[in-house]
């Protein structure tokens, strides 16, 4: 087999802002295994906040040996980007090896639609109101916050968007003090989840805290090995393929979190639809998916994912899996 890297840039549609920063690109690389007549693709989004760059993470899936398994990359590289590109790449090349989808070889059933949140940018009051009332016709709909005065954006985007269900993510961005403050009124304004609301070292306040909005582990859970840190504090788990290092851990941590009682939310870095196609499959019948990163982009991989008011579609096979 052969293993390429490629770095690939994708405009966004507008300014995309979180509690961390803004961005107005998508950032990602591609990974394309060959093997003989087959081909299998991939794509991971290094991220900062973990500690990878576009570098690392390329360094790192160039030293893999050319014949690695699913299997061997495994105990090879730990959870992270460079890993869930080329797990996907693998899942992949396999599919198209036996002439199957990938869902079929990992023993699921046929993926359906599900409906995906959209993403509203961290912004002033008025604006988010705007992105609200343009996309109010969207059944749910997922705010950025994490400042001091997240108070005034939750009720503009209330009113922009009065009949959208609303999950709202904080990005690390409150304090104990400040989540406290603001739970009666996530409730008062119909918020159905609360995105990890403190920073991820700093989550044990949350543990005897009343949560009357179930509470989401995003940074805070990455793979299996995170669950036990997660009792006492949170209602959801998050899966992100990026920081499970791949589908194959997804699918195990999709499955080891709903054993521990834990609801499931599957969720993307921004990204094309090709990040998103094997995602699609740990979203079956998640209580959240949010899946929206092509949604966000300018530009998009030929034979994107289809969006409609059925939710995000799974990948055809010319695409992914």
Not at 151 to 158: C, K
Not at 165 to 187: K, Q, T
């Amino acid at each position: 087999m052969k293993i390429s890297v490629t770095a690939d840039v994708f405009k966004l549609a507008q300014v995309f802002t979180i509690s961390r920063g803004s961005r107005t690109e998508a950032k990602v690389l591609t990974v394309r295994i060959t093997d003989g007549d087959y081909h299998g693709w991939g794509e991971c989004v290094p991220y900062a906040r973990y500690g990878e760059t576009l570098e690392s993470v390329t360094d790192q899936i160039r030293d893999l040996p050319a014949n690695v398994t699913r299997q061997a990359l495994l105990d090879i590289l730990p959870a992270g980007a460079a890993r869930n590109a080329v797990d996907c790449a693998l899942w992949d090349l396999e599919a198209k090896r036996a002439g199957k989808r990938v869902w079929e070889l990992a023993g699921l059933t046929e993926p359906r639609p599900e409906i995906t949140a959209y993403t509203l940018s961290l912004a002033e009051p008025a604006e988010m109101r705007a992105q609200a009332e343009k996309h109010a016709h969207r059944p749910l709909l997922k705010i950025k916050l994490g400042t001091a005065d997240d108070m005034a954006r939750l009720e503009a985007v209330r009113k922009g968007a009065p009949n959208a269900r609303i999950i709202v993510d904080a990005n690390e961005g409150w304090s104990a003090e400040a989540y406290a403050d603001l739970a009666p009124h996530l409730v008062r304004l119909g918020v159905s989840l609360v995105e990890q609301p403190l920073p991820a070292g700093e989550d044990e306040a949350l543990i005897g805290m009343n949560r009357p909005v179930p509470v989401c582990a995003d940074e805070s859970c990455h793979d299996r090995a995170s669950l036990p840190k997660l009792k006492g504090k949170y209602d959801v788990v998050n899966i992100k393929l990026d920081k499970t290092g791949g589908l194959t851990e997804a699918l195990a941590l999709h499955d080891a979190a709903l054993a521990e009682g834990y609801k499931v939310m599957v969720g993307c870095m921004v990204g094309s639809s090709l990040a998103m196609a094997p995602a699609t499959l740990v979203a079956q019948g998640a209580l959240v998916t949010d899946l929206d990163g092509p949604l966000l982009l300018a530009e998009d991989r030929d034979m994107p994912l289809l969006f409609d008011e059925k939710g995000v579609h799974p990948p055809e096979a010319a695409l992914w899996g």
